[in-house]
């Protein structure tokens, strides 16, 4: 793909009359979309998140690793507004929400995949990616439904970006079948599609190479280098192959129990003698 995903002004997102919480004026820091301080998450008496605070720069791979149960899906939740942390707070793209919601995360241009697809199992691939495109839809249900003139012309300008996105993740030839029956490789990068019809500047991607054989994973990997090249998205994603993170990821955090445990370049983090404990095992040492 030669040309960066643009949309004229009259495409810009919609939205409708909603009351925005309250935003928290920060100070302004162009090289930071993201930042987290001090982020505490319970449940019950079991801590998922203890004091956990770093920041994700714009344009950048931000990798999150730990073993099982160390915090990381609950921190992508967090930064998604699914959880409401007890303690800390979220500053994004400059603006500090007293509360997020995953609305106001969707509005603010920050899109996820998940670890188990979510996929619209008997809908085409083209429909499932044309999901991600709610956002920006201007008409109303009824004339979509009705496919009246300006939701006409809107659909196909729509449909446009969509057959875009599927040309980028080379999933041409499937993009008229129910997206239930791909083979399992090729549904993430359906699920990877409908995020990125949202538009957003953080890409949050729950263990995006989960389950994928080799090949796989080397196309997915590909595909993220891609997205932040062509539409300058930066990127946080959660991931257990070890050599993916190292390859992939600008910077590493990791967690353990619900703790920051490191938080630096891969290389630094490689030799970190916690994370060699904590995750790696301690005979890797």
């Not at 619209?120 to 990616?129: K, Q």
């Not at 004339?143 to 041409?172: C, K, N, S, T, Y």
Request: proline share 5%; aromatic share 6%.
């Amino acid at each position: 793909m030669n040309q960066t995903m643009r949309l004229s002004d009259a495409n810009e997102p919609f939205h409708a009359k909603t009351v925005e919480p309250q935003v928290i004026a920060a100070e302004p820091c162009d090289d930071v979309l993201l930042e987290l301080l001090d982020i505490h998450l319970a449940f019950g008496g079991i801590k998922a998140l203890q004091g956990v605070g770093f920041d994700v720069r714009r344009g950048e791979i931000r990798a999150i690793i730990g073993p099982n149960g160390a915090g990381k899906s609950s921190l992508l939740n967090v930064v998604g507004g699914v959880y409401q942390p007890q303690r800390g707070s979220m500053r994004f793209d400059g603006r500090s929400p007293a509360r997020m919601h995953p609305a106001l995360a969707a509005r603010w241009g920050i899109a996820r995949t998940f670890q188990n697809l979510a996929l619209f199992s008997g809908m085409s691939v083209l429909d499932n990616i044309m999901a991600g495109r709610s956002l920006h839809m201007r008409c109303g249900l009824l004339a979509q439904a009705l496919r009246l003139g300006p939701a006409l012309r809107e659909e196909v300008a729509q449909r446009e970006m969509v057959e875009h996105l599927i040309d980028f993740l080379e999933i041409q030839a499937w993009r008229k079948q129910p997206a239930g029956s791909l083979p399992y490789g090729l549904q993430k990068r359906v699920d990877l599609g409908r995020a990125l019809a949202m538009q957003p500047k953080l890409l949050l991607l729950d263990e995006p190479m989960a389950g994928m054989n080799q090949e796989e994973k080397e196309d997915m990997c590909r595909f993220i280098l891609d997205v932040r090249e062509e539409f300058g998205t930066t990127l946080v994603l959660i991931e257990h192959d070890m050599g993916v993170v190292m390859d992939l990821s600008d910077r590493v955090v990791v967690l353990d129990y619900g703790r920051l445990i490191a938080d630096g370049t891969p290389d630094a983090v490689r030799t970190d003698p916690e994370v060699v404990r904590a995750y790696l095992g301690s005979d890797a040492a």
